[in-house]
């Protein structure tokens, strides 16, 4: 089975349309968003409609959680700075947010032995929380231990990495960070997304029975940058794309 993974689109709808030709391509057995579909750019309301058009299970991410009490008003809408772009959400949209779930939870039954997979925007724990490819290995496998977590999928630093932990009993826990669609800080200013191979051997037993790849796509960076010039957005969101960071 193969199941495509995304996170942090952050309303760029050049990234996200280039993103879907590539998955569409390699036909995913099932699809899920670890969130933050808005935020930092002008098409907020393209990326919930083909979300929901496709009906792709979805995490709410911290900044979709940022428009529940966001009050919008003809002023608001004029004045520069970040919040213009949680501005720019449809009534339609917003109540779409409010309703995501923080977590999401597979459960494998493979060869009589249990998997367990568990979805977060940043951490099991918080969705501000950042799990970082250097994150403390006791305090994460406590984490992973108190969210009965095999494999744990996160997004929020848009810094992609795949990790795997020893248990005290013998078994590999993996920690995968899936990378961000549409703002890449990772020095790579193409998107990321992740595909997830499991066979029927698959076991918390084997090392490399866990099979994930970092797909990078290229997608117009410019037409993205351009879009947030034009706007009342800060230029260095701009910046920020065209240079990965």
Request: glycine share 6%.
């Amino acid at each position: 089975m193969t199941i495509a993974l995304f996170s942090d689109i952050h309303a760029n709808l050049p990234a996200f349309e280039a993103m879907l030709q590539d998955m569409d391509s390699r036909k995913p057995d099932a699809v899920y968003c670890l969130g933050d579909l808005v935020g930092y750019n002008v098409w907020p309301n393209e990326v919930i409609a083909e979300i929901r058009k496709r009906g792709i299970a979805t995490l709410k991410g911290n900044h979709d959680e940022k428009v529940e009490k966001l009050k919008t008003t003809a002023d608001s809408l004029k004045e520069p700075g970040k919040k213009y772009a949680y501005h720019l959400i449809d009534g339609e949209g917003r109540a779409y947010l409010k309703t995501l779930p923080a977590h999401i939870r597979l459960e494998y039954k493979l060869n009589d032995s249990p998997l367990s997979l568990v979805f977060a925007h940043g951490s099991t724990r918080s969705i501000d929380e950042y799990v970082l490819v250097d994150m403390d290995e006791n305090y994460l496998l406590e984490m992973m231990d108190e969210a009965n977590a095999d494999l744990l999928f996160v997004g929020h630093s848009h810094k992609p990495y795949h990790r795997i932990l020893t248990t005290g009993n013998g078994h590999y826990k993996h920690v995968i960070n899936i990378g961000s669609v549409g703002k890449p800080k990772d020095g790579d200013p193409r998107g990321c997304y992740v595909l997830l191979t499991i066979s029927d051997s698959s076991s918390v037993a084997e090392k490399d029975s866990i099979q994930v790849s970092f797909i990078r796509f290229e997608y117009d960076v410019e037409k993205a940058a351009q879009a947030i010039e034009k706007s009342i957005l800060p230029v260095e969101f701009a910046d920020a794309l065209r240079k990965g960071v």
